[in-house]
């Protein structure tokens, strides 16, 4: 059984410059392995919590020392000079050790750091690579690799809110590889900018995940210009490929009260606007289309849609298995946004994977808002056979380092993408425009 000979741990800055945390973890046989864990910007009110410093004067109370200091001391007072059979008892003594529903106590900054350096570590001890770790540990037998889902135009919290909804993404359909995919965004993403300059007078400035962010007057205006993109690809939506959405419907809703732009709607009416949204774009996914809290609209909302577009819940499930076991029970989603920081540890994330897929859902990897170049979400994302990552744009390192492991393993494997997971059977019709 492997023995952890020391856990350290450094305070590293994220894609935004805000700080982050980066763990180390060095077997008793030398052998050692690092990982850096992410932080979002669109947080879902039941994510685990990060632990921050709250000292006003240093990064506005952003800092990572105490999850530094915790892993180096207490975590690794625990951990070191012991031997673990397995990732889950790993977890599982960190989970213990912290305490608390939340990890608030060490962190889930510091948990997962320590939960992923410990597996990286073990893949390197074996000689083999990560996304083959990781799938053997959890009985996936990975033969193929996530299909991307890549941000094109951003508003919401990536973007300074100039329109409400979060994301419009690229969602290629048909490349088979991961190289023919990342090539037919490439083209999309320079027509899109060449459409802000002519448009908005827009160069290309980006938002947190690498998006495209003029300042479109309304949302018809950025779903359009996403439209028009495709074609002067010279792509057919629906057919090459089409579009996603990520509403982040929770930060503009109050009082039972969808607010966007001069709309004030309930539930029912901004389902229905979500309905002709679908009806007349290329719209085969809706992330996070309603708040977290409208359970009953979420109902709703997949009763309409689920036959047709997958219904992504994010903020509404945060990785967490009792949340996911509610929207089972109460069929208000089809498919899982899945982020490892949002629990806190693999093996919890991999529980909540495992409760999707035994529902039929489909599971979608997702990178966070801050990132860093660390690209285990990858090796994740293919060794326990999602079928879609979200990384972010075609752009910046933190986005990039992941495509080009992705490039990596599909070099070394020969695997093709993953079929889209789309309940509707002809693509083609969704959202046509004429």
Request: hydrophobic share 40%; charged share 25%.
């Amino acid at each position: 059984m492997p023995e952890i000979k020391l856990l350290t741990a450094l305070e590293i800055l994220d894609s935004r410059g805000r700080p982050t945390v980066q763990a180390t973890c060095v077997l008793a046989d030398g052998v050692s392995a690092s990982a850096s864990v992410p932080s979002g910007a669109s947080r879902g009110t039941a994510e685990a919590t990060e632990l921050r410093d709250g000292d006003p004067h240093r990064y506005r109370g952003l800092g990572c020392r105490k999850a530094v200091e915790m892993i180096a001391g207490e975590v690794n007072e625990a951990m070191s000079k012991r031997s673990f059979s397995n990732q889950e008892e790993l977890d599982r003594e960190l989970v213990a050790l912290d305490g608390t529903a939340s990890k608030s106590r060490l962190g889930a900054n510091s948990t997962l750091a320590v939960s992923l350096a410990f597996a990286r570590a073990i893949a390197h001890q074996q000689g083999i690579p990560l996304y083959q770790h990781l799938g053997r540990n959890w009985n996936s037998e990975p033969s193929r690799v996530p299909r991307p889902i890549i941000n094109l135009f951003s508003g919401g919290k990536h973007a300074g809110e100039q329109v409400c909804i979060q994301d419009v993404l690229v969602a290629p359909l048909s490349p088979e590889t991961i190289d023919e995919a990342l090539a037919m965004t490439w083209e999309i993403y320079q027509c899109a900018a060449e459409i802000c300059l002519e448009r908005y007078g827009y160069r290309s400035l980006t938002a947190d995940e690498g998006g495209l962010a003029p300042a479109f007057p309304e949302i018809s205006n950025m779903l359009e210009d996403a439209v028009d993109a495709l074609r002067r690809a010279g792509l057919k939506e629906g057919k090459d490929v089409a579009i996603a959405l990520d509403v982040a419907a929770s930060h503009f809703y109050s009082n039972q009260l969808y607010r966007f732009g001069n709309e004030k709607l309930e539930s029912k009416g901004f389902i229905e606007c979500i309905r002709a949204w679908t009806a007349s774009y290329p719209i085969v996914a809706v992330e996070d289309g309603l708040a977290e809290e409208d359970w009953n609209g979420w109902t709703e909302l997949y009763r309409q849609l689920g036959n047709e577009v997958l219904v992504i819940g994010d903020d509404l499930l945060c990785t967490n298995p009792d949340r996911i076991r509610k929207a089972i029970r109460k069929k208000a989603a089809n498919a899982l946004l899945l982020k490892v920081n949002q629990i806190g540890t693999l093996t919890e994330a991999a529980q909540a994977a495992q409760l999707a897929r035994e529902a039929g859902w489909s599971i979608v990897v997702s990178a966070r808002s801050g990132e860093t170049e660390d690209h285990w979400l990858a090796d994740l994302a293919t060794g326990w056979s999602g079928d879609l990552i979200k990384i972010g744009s075609i752009t910046q390192s933190e986005r990039l380092a992941k495509y080009n492991r992705l490039l990596a393993i599909e070099k070394e494997t020969g695997w093709k993408l993953a079929s889209w997971p789309i309940k509707g059977s002809d693509l083609a019709a969704i959202g046509e425009i004429s």
